[in-house]
């Protein structure tokens, strides 16, 4: 990233460090846990011990990172080499994220940016009309269809978690990511002491993943011995079969049809229930042990926005609730062909072309690169 | 563990405490080594002959619900005389698969006992009392927490072990009694192999001295391994490990060992040695198949070792930060970046 758009981002961010102190906090067991920050076109620094919300305060004056982590991970020695920290545990997180979820609303606010020349672009082109390269990047703004399909997941993933897994509400955390999704927490001493492999596991069963039909009473071989779950059953089965049969008057018509219809094609429909029913997280986050993850009340340097707990999920707007940063005005040349939503109001689309825009939506345009400091 | 019935002894001669038992039974391992007492030694040599070939000891009397007093005695004091001659070799490789054969008796016992109303809470305290697992009964079926369910589960790789294909509800996963006390079988071959190990050895008696060293002849049949490097990735580690343990290893987990192997220079005949401990080990396939896969037989296609994406699907993947940005077991440790 270029000096003069990292002076404006860091300063915008200083500023909302310094006022928003009542926002930004630990984690609780904090000198249990690895702290790590990163700083504009910088590694990153890991290992950290945070004691309290003092010193993390003092840290983000000092060093005002692009981004602040915390690892879900409990240790005796959290400062020291990974190897040597002597693992305790770890909460049970997870991560939605929109862009995961693949929705046909993606391609209404992806910018192809080419990455030879300058040039952005609001459709996908095998190759850039400015200079012919074929390389791109693509950048996402923010959608609400995507917040509210994400928080169908979230709902979908809490529900399951309460009701199969026996977590209770007040265990589970949820967070706006700070960009395009979820992050959730679960602070459960039952989960917390289960490894990797474990929590793959939970995941495959949280994503509906490597369901077999027999599980569901269907038998490979002998046909007529198999039997489907009933309505009222308890998970995973009785999901599938308020899916399969639509009501339960239906269930003995519908039960003969996908019997007679054998093993493969039961499969067939396994899999369709998994696209649909399954909650979309991110497994490589849940099975990572050891990772170091966005803290809340820290800014996300890819969009500006914070990261932020939803009390009330349904009515949460990231893009009015999270943007935080401050809104005196300030110039930029903006490149962003797609138009934005920050705090209720519309921005653009801009085209190359010099904006006085308030400070949250012009470090937005910066850190999704599309825009840059005068 | 407390008040056990003696016949409950004769089934799970390991909840007996050695000395103590002697000590009852007014006798001394100097009696053992008595000629009178010559037919317990037999028998626990024969125990451990039967034991270490794979099978299970006394496999057709699960169904046997009473044992006579002389029978407890000479379970419970063959088993006893069992360990210390196992003590006594010092050999790792037949320990494991004595305990782990007696794990599997112990299973079938603890799986008849629990399908037996009057029998069920004597076998869920076993499993509470020596594993700290809460199992609770419903009607004919068993409860294990999920976290407690997962923790083992993950190490059977068949799909119907998947928390995805079990009837999960509330936290609790429900399962059958052969179920139950399939996901403990480990811990009870460890538990096992922790009395051998912790056993205090007195000095032998002569007639025990023909028997151990009978059984350091027989130690010769099984290699022990001496393949683990810690320059393997966890997957790989995992996979010798189970292999180890005279454990089963899925096809798919022996195709990731046979290719990482041989991707590491090693040949076939390095290589077979390590199925030796699989209980359904045929020297002959095995050969057959290593060629196969390395590419000198049948097609001539060399196999190249699985990605670490397909064995995360087929839950073989056991990643450590080491493993970070890789994307195959055969880049493991080369491309080490520094935190
Ligand atoms: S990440 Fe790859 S190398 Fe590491 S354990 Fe998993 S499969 Fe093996
Ligand atoms: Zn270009
Ligand atoms: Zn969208």
């Known amino acids: 990233m270029i000096e003069k758009d990292v002076l404006l981002i860091t300063s915008a961010f200083k500023e909302y460090y310094f006022n928003r102190f009542d926002l930004i906090h630990v984690p609780q067991r904090a000198t249990e846990r690895e702290f790590g920050y990163q700083k504009f076109n910088s590694g990153m620094t890991r290992h950290l011990v945070v004691k309290n919300d003092k010193e993390l305060h003092l840290l983000l004056m000092k060093e005002v990172p692009s981004d602040v982590y915390c690892s879900n991970a409990y240790y005796t020695f959290p400062n020291l080499p990974m190897a040597e920290k002597d693992w305790k545990g770890a909460d049970l997180i997870f991560d939605i994220d929109a862009k995961d979820l693949a929705l046909p609303c993606r391609k209404d606010h992806t910018v192809f940016k080419c990455s030879s020349c300058d040039n952005h672009a609001t459709e996908f082109q095998s190759q850039c009309t400015k200079c012919g390269s074929t390389k791109f990047e693509t950048v996402s703004v923010g959608c609400k269809n995507c917040i509210s399909e994400s928080k169908k997941e979230v709902t979908k993933l809490v529900d399951m978690m309460t009701t199969d897994l026996n977590v209770s509400k007040e265990q589970i955390e949820v967070y706006f990511s700070g960009n395009e999704g979820f992050h959730l927490r679960v602070t459960n001493a039952d989960y917390e002491q289960l490894g990797s492999q474990e929590r793959a596991d939970l995941v495959d069963y949280l994503m509906f993943n490597g369901a077999i039909p027999e599980s569901f009473g269907i038998k490979r071989q002998d046909n007529s011995k198999s039997s489907l779950p009933t309505f009222d059953e308890k998970g995973w089965r009785g999901r599938v079969a308020r899916k399969l049969f639509s009501s339960k008057s239906k269930a003995p018509k519908a039960t003969r049809e996908i019997i007679a219809s054998g093993y493969s094609a039961f499969q067939v429909q396994l899999e369709e229930i998994k696209k649909t029913m399954g909650v979309r997280v991110d497994p490589k986050v849940t099975m990572d042990i050891h990772r170091i993850f966005r803290l809340e009340g820290s800014i996300n340097s890819k969009s500006g926005l914070s990261k932020i707990q939803c009390t009330n999920l349904d009515s949460f707007d990231p893009f009015l609730e999270a943007c935080l940063l401050g809104d005196d005005t300030v110039d930029i040349i903006a490149d962003c062909p797609v138009q934005i939503r920050l705090k209720n109001k519309k921005f653009g689309p801009y085209h190359t072309e010099r904006v006085s825009l308030p400070k949250y939506a012009a470090v937005y345009m910066l850190c999704k690169g599309l825009g840059n400091a005068v | ?339």
């Open chain 2, 1 to 339: 563990m407390s008040q056990i019935g003696t016949h409950e002894l004769a089934k799970y001669p390991f909840l007996a405490e050695a000395g103590e038992y002697l000590r009852n039974a007014g006798l001394s391992l100097d009696h053992l080594g008595h000629s009178d007492w010559q037919p317990i030694v037999e028998k626990a040599y024969g125990r451990i002959v039967v034991a270490t070939s794979g099978q299970i000891y006394d496999s057709q009397r699960f169904e046997k619900i009473d044992y006579d007093a002389d029978e407890i005695d000479m379970e419970v004091l063959s088993f006893i005389v069992a360990i210390i001659l196992l003590k006594s070799t010092n050999i790792n490789t037949l320990a494991r698969r004595f305990s782990l054969s007696e794990a599997r008796r112990a299973e079938k016992h603890l799986e008849n006992d629990l399908k037996q109303n009057k029998k069920v809470n004597f076998s869920l305290k076993i499993i509470q009392e020596l594993f700290s697992i809460q199992v609770k009964v419903d009607n004919d079926e068993f409860l294990m927490s999920v976290p407690a369910y997962v923790q083992r589960a993950v190490h059977f790789h068949e799909k119907e072990w998947k928390l995805v294909n079990r009837r999960v509800s509330n936290g609790f996963v429900y399962l059958n009694a052969h179920e139950t006390v399939r996901l403990i079988r480990t811990e009870l071959g460890e538990y096992i192999n922790s009395r051998i190990k912790s056993l205090d050895l007195p000095p032998l008696p002569e007639s025990f001295v023909q028997r151990v060293n009978d059984l350091v002849e027989l130690a010769k049949k099984f290699s022990e391994t001496t393949y683990i490097s810690s320059e393997y990735p966890p997957c790989v580690k995992h996979g010798i490990e189970v292999l180890e343990k005279g454990e089963n290893l899925p096809h798919s987990g022996r195709f990731l060992l046979a290719t990482y192997l041989l991707s590491k220079g090693q040949t076939v005949d390095q290589i077979a040695p390590l199925f030796k401990n699989a209980p359904d080990y045929n020297e002959r396939t095995t050969k057959y198949q290593l060629e196969h896969i390395s590419g000198s037989s049948g097609s001539g296609t060399k196999y190249q070792c699985p990605s670490c994406e397909k064995l995360r699907s087929e839950s073989l993947c056991f990643a450590t930060p080491d493993c970070d940005g890789i994307i195959n077991p055969v880049q493991f440790g080369k491309k080490r970046k520094n935190p």
